[in-house]
């Protein structure tokens, strides 16, 4: 039977994604549940209602840092339920098909490379903004095999504690985590805002999609919030230029709906911090397969297998 489908799985910190993508990368089924305690059971669940004989593979990305010869996660600061799993092996044994697993941020940016917005440039740098930060860098048309964790560079040297273990990492800063957590705090001191009716006086029920649409109604400490986010998000971005000096800044994930506050924010701050001649050479532009790019890339992973080159001959 003609393998001609991969089931590429999206494992965050907030959603398990998983779908069925075709070997010219359009996802022809997907499924959406909350990230739960019992990941595996999560996993052969979801991919079991995608399964076939036609499937060729599944590939795993997952946030944090990825022992991919060994198929574990050696540390996922937003997933701890994975530690002590050795993914790769469980799932392959459950469904007796090549299985790949690298860091979400990095098939993102291979999603991106391969059918999206990074089809037309050499090198990128993609950051994936969500309920952390993290990235995925594209050299001469290629996945550097390297940690890319943007998310984890430290821009304020005292500053506040991650779930890394570090202090003053970006994605204390710019994450919707961190935006989330800063909302509530000043909410809970008694700041004015809109936000105060959208969630009904329960601060715990705030999401980043309630704080853009109140800055969009006006709400000076909503954009307050978002506008400092993206200024260190452009620090970071700058950090990122003056290093790699790629031909484009990619941006995916939840906080690209914050793009004319958020996003504009970073890049007018990145603008003052980066070479100017290395700035002026970089497009920054939002992801074309948006919620895909990590489904789309893990699913790739097969595709460009050695294993599905011999199943095609």
């Known amino acids: 039977?003609?393998?001609?489908?991969?089931?590429?799985?999206?494992?965050?910190?907030?959603?398990?994604?998983?779908?069925?993508?075709?070997?010219?990368?359009?996802?022809?089924?997907?499924?959406?549940?909350?990230?739960?305690?019992?990941?595996?059971?999560?996993?052969?669940?979801?991919?079991?209602?995608?399964?076939?004989?036609?499937?060729?593979?599944?590939?795993?990305?997952?946030?944090?840092?990825?022992?991919?010869?060994?198929?574990?996660?050696?540390?996922?600061?937003?997933?701890?339920?994975?530690?002590?799993?050795?993914?790769?092996?469980?799932?392959?044994?459950?469904?007796?098909?090549?299985?790949?697993?690298?860091?979400?941020?990095?098939?993102?940016?291979?999603?991106?490379?391969?059918?999206?917005?990074?089809?037309?440039?050499?090198?990128?740098?993609?950051?994936?903004?969500?309920?952390?930060?993290?990235?995925?860098?594209i050299q001469d048309k290629e996945l550097l095999n390297v940690a890319a964790e943007v998310g984890h560079m430290t821009i304020n040297a005292n500053g506040n504690k991650c779930h890394c273990g570090n202090s003053g990492c970006l994605e204390s800063y710019a994450s919707a985590n961190a935006i989330l957590s800063k909302a509530v705090a000043a909410l809970e001191e008694g700041r004015e805002s809109l936000l105060t009716e959208f969630c009904n006086g329960n601060f715990y029920k705030i999401t980043p999609e309630d704080i853009f649409r109140a800055a969009l109604d006006g709400d000076i400490f909503a954009k307050e919030i978002l506008k400092d986010a993206g200024k260190y998000l452009g620090i970071g971005v700058a950090n990122v230029i003056n290093l790699m000096s790629p031909d484009a800044i990619i941006f995916t994930g939840g906080l690209t709906g914050a793009w004319d506050i958020y996003i504009q924010e970073a890049i007018k701050e990145a603008s003052k911090r980066a070479f100017k001649e290395l700035f002026d050479k970089v497009k920054i532009v939002p992801s074309l397969l948006r919620d895909d790019a990590g489904l789309i890339g893990s699913a790739g992973l097969v595709f460009k297998s050695k294993a599905f080159e011999a199943l095609s001959q």
């Open 1 to 137: 039977m003609t393998k001609k489908y991969a089931i590429g799985i999206d494992l965050g910190g907030t959603n398990l994604r998983v779908a069925l993508v075709s070997t010219d990368g359009n996802v022809v089924k997907k499924i959406k549940e909350p990230t739960s305690e019992d990941i595996l059971d999560s996993i052969f669940k979801t991919v079991g209602n995608l399964f076939s004989d036609e499937v060729a593979g599944i590939g795993l990305g997952i946030a944090g840092l990825i022992d991919r010869e060994g198929g574990n996660v050696l540390i996922s600061p937003n997933i701890p339920a994975v530690k002590g799993i050795n993914l790769v092996s469980e799932i392959r044994g459950r469904f007796r098909v090549p299985v790949f697993i690298e860091n979400d941020a990095n098939v993102a940016a291979f999603g991106e490379n391969w059918v999206g917005a990074g089809k037309e440039f050499s090198s990128f740098v993609l950051f994936t903004l969500g309920t952390g930060i993290g990235g995925g860098i």
